[in-house]
Every structure is written in C-alpha cells, then in structure tokens.
C-alpha cells in the first residue's frame, strides 16, 4: 500500500495511507537495541551502555508520535472568512526519521494557501507539519501530504508547499557531504496553474535572504 495521501479515498484510510498505530511496545525496542548493541560488539550491560535500550524506546516514541495522531484532525476547525489572497507561514522548524537509515534529516517548511471563504489558524500548519515529519518519513512524500491535506481539509483555492531540509544519512555516512541541503515542493490549485502566484511564493519565502 502507498504511504501517499489518496484524496479521491480520504474517507477510506487515514492520511498518509496507514491506520493509526496503538501505544509503543517499549520492551520489544530494547530488547532489539540489546540486539544491535551485542552485534556490533559491544557490551549491552557496561554501565555506559546498560540504560541505553529503554532511552532509544523512549526516543523512538516521541520520534514516531506523529502514527498515532490523524493530522487531519488538527484541520478541523476553520474561521468563515472573505480574505482571499495568499496565507503562509515560513521558516516552520521540524525534525524527521528518514525510512532508510533511521538517522534524522531536520530543516523548514514553507506552507502557503489560497482560501475558498474560510481560513484555520496559523499555529495548526505548524502542527500538521509536526505530526507528518514524527513518522519514518521521506521528504518527498512528506512535502506532498502537507499539501494534498490542506487542499482536501480546507478546500483551498491552492496549496503550496516548500521543504529544504539536512540529511544526516548523507552528511556523516556514504557521501559524506554535511552542507548539502535538499529543496522539496507542492503545487496545487492556483500554485500549480498559475506561475504569478507560484512565483510571488518563492519570493516571499526567498526574499530578504543572503
């Protein structure tokens, strides 16, 4: 099954294509960490290491919390309202799990909509981004849920969405280049059709930087 956000089937599934999980099995991660710990050589029970296993359990569900929380829900209350141009919200920090190596890629979201009568409140960006980067995550998909949920939640005019983000899973393995960023977008709606309003988004986000 897709991990995408299917809008055509929104009220078949939960967003970003899984059910919401129940609570975390701590004592199934630790034992795993002992596991790994043990297959690289190390000692599990060395005092340094011994209360390591429950602390990544712990880790892991704060950094996975976002599978237990529908982001749509975040979207549900909306303010009727006639104001019609651009709304956004930049520079909105977050912190992920990349799928494929477990090791964290952090950065910033951009997120802009066109309202169609009705707007929700600022902070709740924040917030469905939030929820969507504490999954085992890619940045792609990621980008493009925000998106295709702020078009379906708010049955916006357009979305658009910008992600620029650091991978460690390319800054201190394989490649090794710790200064690359990785620049991700959504366009939907009037972003997407219309390159004036696609390209007054990137000068908002761009502009004033150095």
């Known amino acids: 099954m897709s991990n995408r956000i299917k809008p055509e089937r929104r009220g078949a599934e939960k ?8 609570p975390v099995d ?3 991660i630790a034992a795993a960490v002992r ?12 005092e340094g290491l011994r209360e390591t296993p429950a602390r990544v359990a712990r880790m892991y569900e704060e950094m996975f919390a976002g599978m237990r929380q529908d982001p749509a829900g975040v979207l549900e209350k909306s303010f009727t309202e006639k104001y019609d141009e651009m709304v956004l ?3 909105i920090r977050f912190e992920s799990l990349c799928e494929h190596h477990l090791l964290p890629f952090f950065g910033k979201a951009h997120i802009a909509y066109l309202p169609n009568g009705k707007i929700v409140g600022l902070s709740k960006l924040a917030r469905v981004v939030e929820i969507l980067s504490r999954r085992p995550q890619v940045q792609e998909r990621m980008t493009e ?22 991978h460690t899973c390319m800054a201190i393995r394989g490649v090794r280049k ?11 709606g009037g972003f997407k059709d219309h390159p004036e309003t696609r390209s ?11």
């Open 89 to 91: 919200v930049k520079d």
């Open 145 to 166: 849920d925000i998106a295709d949920l702020l078009m379906i939640e708010l049955d916006a005019r357009g979305v658009g969405v910008v992600l620029e983000a650091t």
């Open 15 to 22: 967003p970003n294509g899984r059910e919401l999980t129940g």
């Open 26 to 28: 701590h004592a199934r």
């Open 200 to 210: 007054e988004f990137m000068a908002l986000i761009h502009g004033g930087r150095r």
């Open 35 to 46: 596991e790994i710990l043990a297959a690289v050589g190390e000692d599990p029970d060395r």
């Open 178 to 188: 710790a200064n690359s960023i990785c620049t991700t977008s959504a366009m939907r």
